[in-house]
């Protein structure tokens, strides 16, 4: 009977001390009344020089040191290396025009137009949307996505989505050639 109150004091010893470990101090997030005064304060409108500065700064593609030189020598090189057939270290080439300009519509493309290639056709439909979501204003680049996602849906059996796709392409070069 000693051995079992021991054990069950022993229990409880463990359980209360285990409780009583002493807990992290977290640092609350909420600023300081001073800080709150500070965030709080109006923010002075900007004067019509400085506005018509920031909406154009806005508007414009956020130029990079050595973004476009280095990103259309890295285009070049991908379609080189796909007319060659070497279709790994062409979209390898392309990831790394992405790691520069992630937004360039081109690079997406012809990641596309690689995966095509290799009979990937649903990474190559994805791709191709990709690039259509970049390619605001640029008709003839998205009617290639559509011709490239045709493609790939018809790959997958999906003749009908296919020729709506070949539809859009053919709208687009449409408006392309008429110079809209």
Partial sequence: MKKKYKLILCAA???CSACSMPQPVYESKKP?????AEIEKPATPPSDKKARRIGEMSSAKPASPIGKPAVEELIRQT???MEKGQLK???ATAERGLAIDSSDARIWSLMAEIQLKQNNSAQ???LAKKSNLLAKGNKSLQAKNWRIIAE?????GADKEADGAVYKASELEKQSAAGG
């Fill in 13 to 15: 010893v463990i359980a």
């Fill in 32 to 36: 300081m009344p001073q800080q709150r």
């Fill in 152 to 156: 790939a849906l018809r790959r997958k």
């Fill in 79 to 81: 379609r080189s290396q």
């Fill in 89 to 91: 270290p062409a979209f």
């Fill in 124 to 126: 190559a439909e994805q």
